[in-house]
């Protein structure tokens, strides 16, 4: 399996619409979902993400992350992006989602906080899908 194939698989466990699945199948572009808003396909074009974009080019290409969506928080003490990723190790596969529920745990994620960067780091968060979003809860 590739990591691609890997993360359609996570895609779908995630409840993540299909036709955008089939979107990022199509053009290999994360799928970023902004606030709790529908998800859309990120890419360069995105001018209120446009950091975003440039973040996730970085993350590819200097960190060697294949990256399958983005989640957008804005706080009232910071603003925050969530990039969900596929490992380059295969044997961390299985390990990288687990449900609990109506919420899962993904544990391939680059926690970028775009107010205080020095926080920013590898980790875990707890995702819920709200029907037409994914949203972090923690």
């Given at each position: 399996m590739t990591q691609k194939e890997k993360a359609i698989e996570y895609m779908r466990v995630l409840g993540i619409d299909e036709e955008l699945i089939?979107?990022?199948s199509e053009t290999n572009k994360?799928?970023?979902f902004d606030n709790g808003d529908v998800g859309v396909l990120l890419n360069e074009q995105s001018l209120d993400h446009?950091?975003?974009y440039a973040k996730k080019i970085e993350l590819e290409q200097e960190r060697g992350l294949?990256?399958?969506a983005v989640l957008h928080e804005t706080f009232n003490f910071c603003e925050m992006y969530d990039f969900l990723f596929v490992s380059n190790y295969s044997e961390d596969w299985d390990l990288s989602l687990k449900s609990y529920g109506d919420f899962y745990r993904v544990t391939a994620t680059y926690a970028w906080n775009v107010s205080m960067d020095?926080?920013?780091d590898m980790g875990s968060i707890f995702v819920l899908n709200t029907g037409d979003s994914l949203i972090r809860i923690s």
């Open positions: 089939n979107a990022y994360a799928i970023l446009a950091k975003a294949f990256i399958y020095h926080w920013s």
